[in-house]
C-alpha cells in the first residue's frame, strides 16, 4: 500500500480505550464499577492520611523528638580544588575575591544557600582572597601559607 496522508493509521495498541465505567453488568465495569463493595474504598477521596482504622496512629504512639534551630545556616562548602579550578578558567577578575556573589554568578552555587564555608581539601596554586562565612583552622593556616588572604563575612 502507497504512503499517503488519508491512509496514515496509528500503530496497534498505541492508543488505548479509556475506561467506560457504570454502564451495566454486562460491561464487565458496570455497578460497582471495579470498586469492589461497600465502605470507604468504594468511595470517592479514598484514603485518610494517617488514619489507621481507629487505632492510636504512630504519629501519636511515637515520641516527640528534638527541636528544630530556627537560626541554622545553610552552607556551601568550597575546598581549594574549587578555588583553583575557578582561577584556572580565568573567572576571578584582576585584584577580586572569591566570595559568595563570584561563587553564584558563575552557578558553582545555589542562590538558596546562605554562607560559604571553606575546608581543608587539596592544595592551594596562588595566592587568592576568600572572604567566606566560616573556614576551618586547617584551611585559614594553608590558605596563609600560600599567600593568600581571608575574609571572615
Given at each position: 500500500?502507497?504512503?499517503?496522508?488519508?491512509?496514515?493509521?496509528?500503530?496497534?495498541?498505541?492508543?488505548?480505550?479509556?475506561?467506560?465505567?457504570?454502564?451495566?453488568?454486562g460491561?464487565?465495569?458496570?455497578?460497582t464499577?471495579?470498586?469492589?463493595?461497600?465502605?470507604?474504598?468504594?468511595?470517592?477521596?479514598?484514603a485518610?492520611n494517617?488514619?489507621?482504622?481507629?487505632?492510636?496512629?504512630?504519629?501519636?504512639?511515637?515520641?516527640?523528638?528534638?527541636?528544630?534551630?530556627?537560626?541554622r545556616?545553610?552552607?556551601?562548602?568550597?575546598?581549594?580544588?574549587?578555588?583553583?579550578?575557578?582561577?584556572?578558567?580565568?573567572?576571578?577578575?584582576?585584584?577580586?575575591?572569591?566570595?559568595?556573589?563570584?561563587l553564584?554568578?558563575?552557578r558553582?552555587?545555589?542562590?538558596?544557600?546562605?554562607?560559604?564555608?571553606?575546608?581543608?581539601?587539596?592544595?592551594?596554586?596562588?595566592p587568592?582572597?576568600?572572604?567566606?562565612?566560616?573556614?576551618?583552622?586547617n584551611?585559614?593556616?594553608?590558605?596563609?601559607?600560600?599567600?593568600?588572604?581571608?575574609?571572615?563575612?
Open positions: 500500500m502507497e504512503f499517503q496522508l488519508n491512509t496514515i493509521k496509528d500503530n496497534l495498541g498505541a492508543r488505548v480505550g479509556k475506561k467506560v465505567l457504570g454502564r451495566g453488568i460491561s464487565g465495569l458496570g455497578k464499577s471495579g470498586r469492589g463493595g461497600k465502605g470507604q474504598t468504594a468511595r470517592s477521596g479514598v485518610i494517617g488514619f489507621e482504622g481507629g487505632q492510636t496512629p504512630i504519629y501519636r504512639r511515637l515520641p516527640k523528638r528534638g527541636f528544630v534551630n530556627i537560626h545556616m545553610s552552607m556551601y562548602e568550597i575546598d581549594f580544588n574549587k578555588i583553583n579550578h575557578i582561577v584556572s578558567k580565568g573567572l576571578l577578575p584582576e585584584g577580586g575575591q572569591i566570595d559568595r556573589a563570584l553564584i554568578q558563575h558553582y552555587m545555589p542562590k538558596h544557600i546562605e554562607g560559604v564555608s571553606l575546608i581543608a581539601n587539596g592544595v592551594l596554586q596562588s587568592v582572597k576568600v572572604a567566606v562565612t566560616r573556614a576551618s583552622k584551611a585559614q593556616e594553608l590558605l596563609e601559607k600560600a599567600g593568600g588572604s581571608l575574609v571572615i563575612e
